[in-house]
């Protein structure tokens, strides 16, 4: 019997006027009308025996046609979708381009739609209310590792 579904994925982050995180949105039909809480960091699905760090380097690139960034790279941990999906991430400094986006593509009943449809680079406190609620730990966990303060924290204690 096989274990729950895994995913590994990239929070590419920036600090060139304070902390910025690269999020995506999903593509295809059935998140065409879905938004806030529905975006997450660049993902996929590992492969069987894959390590989760080529897994998360490999659906990068194959998600938004970006080389991933360089190594070394800051490991999130993982947290538990809903769904009972696991997501494993790591965080990565890099500024990419957003002009440069060129998403991989999925067919579905004959038709293709893009992986992510966009992609947008988001303070903390937005990245939080767009991410998939489970993923909204990784912003938390990205802000320690950098030993930023979390100004949501502040204001609300």
């Known amino acids: 019997m096989s274990g729950p579904v895994r995913s590994a994925g990239l929070l590419p982050y920036r600090l060139d006027a304070g902390l910025r995180v690269l999020v995506a ?3 295809g039909p059935y998140f065409v009308r879905k938004d ?3 975006w997450s960091v660049i993902k996929g699905e590992t492969r069987s025996n894959e390590p989760d760090l080529a897994a998360a380097a490999r659906e990068f690139e194959e998600e ?3 080389v991933s960034p360089p190594p070394p790279w800051l490991s999130l941990g993982e ?3 809903r769904s009972k999906k696991v997501v494993v991430a790591w965080a990565a400094e890099h500024n990419y381009d957003l002009e440069s986006f060129r998403p ?3 067919r579905l009943h004959g038709r293709s739609y893009p992986e992510i449809d966009r992609v947008a680079w988001l303070d903390p406190i937005t990245a939080r209310a767009w991410l998939n609620p489970a993923q909204a730990v990784f912003i938390d966990r990205l802000e320690a590792s950098l030993g930023l303060n979390d100004d949501r924290r502040s204001r609300d204690g």
């Open 25 to 27: 949105h999903p593509g």
């Open 79 to 81: 947290t538990t979708l």
């Open 104 to 106: 991989g593509t999925f």
């Open 64 to 66: 938004t046609g970006w």
């Open 36 to 38: 806030v809480g529905w």
